[in-house]
């Protein structure tokens, strides 16, 4: 039987779904709602005993959504057709899901701040590569562009120190044409990999735990 305790519960529930479409969050809090009151839990400690609060609840379920989108390569979106860019920052923000969502179970909270020790070593790292290289590269540069000058200003005195120079300066920014694009192309392969192992940390730690959820209801 609904009550006011389940109403209120469920109210602020549903709140805290707003990154949901409003379809899904509707199907979402409906099998909540229908869950409590199977469940016969009528009070509000006998639902956060079983779920835990409104919040923490809202988390996982969020976390859940985030990684089932982030699988799916974000193809519910405009027809698949969202941006590198949006994909990135909706990763990033499934990340942060997972993060909040292990905070919401006390047990999981070593994880949560050990997740948290591994995303800042990995961006300063990631800082510290992309200064590092960029650094290398501004070097290149400038000595090709240096050895090319040095090149041509001596043409009249030697032409083939002139080839030479301007040969390996035209090597020299040549190679940084190529490796330009092989260092973006690393770097989002690091990043995608960081993507897929929150992915599985998520799956592995939130799945499985006490809250229930629709798909065990579909295939009950």
């Known amino acids: 039987m609904e009550t006011k305790v389940v109403d209120s519960y469920i109210e602020e529930f549903a709140s805290y779904l ?12 409906e099998f909540y ?3 409590i009151i199977d469940a016969q839990l009528d009070t509000i400690q006998a639902i956060q005993a ?23 390569d974000y193809q519910q979106i405009d ?7 949006e994909k990135m920052k909706k990763n990033i923000g499934m990340i942060i899901l997972i993060i909040l969502a292990l905070f919401a179970s006390p047990v999981l ?13 990995f961006v300063l790292s990631a800082l510290a590569f992309t200064l590092f290289v960029a650094f290398v590269l501004a070097l290149s540069v400038v000595v090709g562009i240096g050895m090319i000058v040095g090149g041509i200003a001596v ?15 035209l090597a020299i920014l040549g190679l940084d044409c190529l490796l330009i694009p092989l260092i973006i192309a690393f770097c989002k392969w690091v ?4 993507i897929m192992f929150f ?9 499985g735990r006490n809250t229930p959820k629709k798909e065990e209801k579909s295939n009950a």
């Open 18 to 29: 707003e990154q949901l479409d409003q379809a899904e969050r509707d199907d979402v809090v």
């Open 33 to 35: 709602r229908e869950y």
């Open 50 to 72: 079983k779920l835990g609060t409104p919040k923490h609840l809202a988390r996982k379920i969020l976390a859940d959504y985030s990684i089932k989108m982030s699988e799916n």
């Open 79 to 85: 027809n698949g057709s969202i941006t590198v860019n």
């Open 109 to 121: 909270v070593p994880a949560a701040i050990a997740l948290i020790g591994v995303v800042v070593l």
């Open 155 to 169: 043409v009249f005195q030697s032409v083939t120190t002139t080839i030479f120079y301007v040969g390996v300066g």
């Open 191 to 194: 990043f995608d990999v960081m």
């Open 199 to 207: 992915r599985w940390i998520g799956k592995k730690l939130l799945h």
